[in-house]
T-cell receptor
Framework: GAGVSQSPSNKVTEKGKDVELRCDPI?????LYWYRQSLGQGLEFLIY????????KSGLPSDRFSAERTGGSVSTLTIQRTQQEDSAVYLC?????????????FGQGTRLTVV | GEDVEQSLFLSVREGDSSVINCTYT??????LYWYKQEPGAGLQLLTY?????DMKQDQRLTVLLNKKDKHLSLRIADTQTGDSAIYFC?????????FGTGTRLLVSP
């Protein structure tokens, strides 16, 4: 597609269930980023991929959060045993290289609600 | 501190100029960015400035950079109702974008 695609756009889940959020970056973009935006908050960095490897996982809030990227393309963010504080909009971005001197293109986000 | 700081809210009348301010933290950040987020949408890059510049103008947008004070501003001339959105400044820190808290701009007719 022409842009970064995220699915689902909305997800409501029960506390304690696992969820998977998907990101399809722009074709050919090597860098992929996950951010979280909680209500009324700024954007919190979660994890960064260069190709299939994740040089920086420092933003993952707990070991319930994990992410992978396969084939240098699609990425999945998995949250296990979801908690109410996980409710947020999860944004994915991709860029051709790293941040410096390039534009990062963001998807529309997945709004996760844990009830 | 470690946070990129912005004022939370700005209200202007249509046709006025808007100035959104940002204080960043990393003096080594090569580029500084302004992103716009409209309701229910992702982030869109508005403009960026290279750290060796003081000013950048792009149509109705003017970015001013004061490296000494680590202060970045975005001026929107002739603000329109379609400019109503949340505006985020961002710096590069350890190869990732670090965003400010966002400024909600409300433009009234």
């Amino acid at each position: 597609g022409a842009g970064v695609s995220q699915s689902p756009s909305n997800k409501v889940t029960e506390k304690g269930k696992d969820v998977e959020l998907r990101c399809d970056p722009i074709s050919g973009h090597t860098a992929l980023y996950w951010y979280r935006q909680s209500l009324g908050q700024g954007l919190e960095f979660l994890i960064y991929f260069q190709g299939n490897s994740a040089p920086d996982k420092s933003g993952l809030p707990s070991d319930r959060f994990s992410a992978e990227r396969t084939g240098g393309s699609v990425s999945t963010l998995t949250i296990q045993r979801t908690q109410q504080e996980d409710s947020a909009v999860y944004l994915c971005a991709s860029s051709p290289r790293q941040w410096v001197d390039t534009e990062a293109f963001f998807g529309q986000g997945t709004r996760l609600t844990v009830v | 501190g470690e946070d990129v700081e912005q004022s939370l809210f700005l209200s202007v009348r249509e046709g006025d100029s808007s100035v959104i301010n940002c204080t960043y933290t990393d003096s080594s950040s090569t580029y500084l960015y302004w992103y716009k987020q409209e309701p229910g949408a992702g982030l869109q890059l508005l403009t960026y400035i290279f750290s060796n510049m003081d000013m950048k103008q792009d149509q109705r947008l003017t970015v001013l950079l004061n490296k000494k004070d680590k202060h970045l501003s975005l001026r929107i001339a002739d603000t329109q109702t379609g400019d109503s959105a949340i505006y985020f400044c961002a710096e590069i820190r350890f190869q990732k974008l670090v965003f400010g808290t966002g400024t909600r701009l409300l433009v009234s007719p």
